[in-house]
């Protein structure tokens, strides 16, 4: 099992940026399928990027694009969330996630909540206009 601790979030106006870190512990972080998700009240969770265990993809939802910057740093069993140019609708608690599946393809990111079999408690996000 591994245990995620997310930190970084918090208010912060629209046009800003924040910068989420997730510290993993528990497994080894480089065999490690590593996501970041959101969910705001009233909306499902939904995917925001995400990292193939290898490191060696790294995938967005289409709205994060150009704005959001996913990384990891292995040799601190972190990674990071760098959201730039934030706006009111990015408000919610985002949430890290983690998957151990050391067989599946090095290349692959996985999208889906379901694929994910560990999560952290989550932090808020908060843009103002």
């Known amino acids: 099992q591994v245990q995620l601790v997310e930190s970084g979030g918090g208010l912060v106006q629209a046009g800003g940026s924040l910068r989420l870190s997730c510290a993993a512990s528990?497994?080894?972080?480089?065999?490690?399928?590593m996501g970041w998700f959101r969910q705001s009240p009233g909306k499902e969770r939904e995917f925001v990027a995400g990292?193939?265990?290898?490191?060696?993809?790294?995938y967005y939802a289409d709205s994060m694009k150009g704005r959001f910057a996913i990384t990891r740093d292995n040799s601190k069993s972190t990674q990071f969330l760098q959201m730039n140019s934030l706006k009111p609708e990015d408000t919610a608690v985002y949430y890290c996630?983690?998957?151990?599946?050391?067989?599946?393809?090095?290349?692959?990111?996985?999208?889906?909540?379901?694929?994910?079999?560990?999560w952290g408690q989550g932090t808020q996000v908060t843009v103002s206009s």
């Open positions: 996630a983690a998957a151990y599946k050391p067989r599946s393809s090095p290349a692959y990111v996985y999208t889906e909540a379901s694929e994910y079999t560990d």
């Open positions: 528990g497994r080894a972080f480089s065999r490690l399928n």
């Open positions: 990292f193939s265990w290898s490191g060696v993809n790294a």
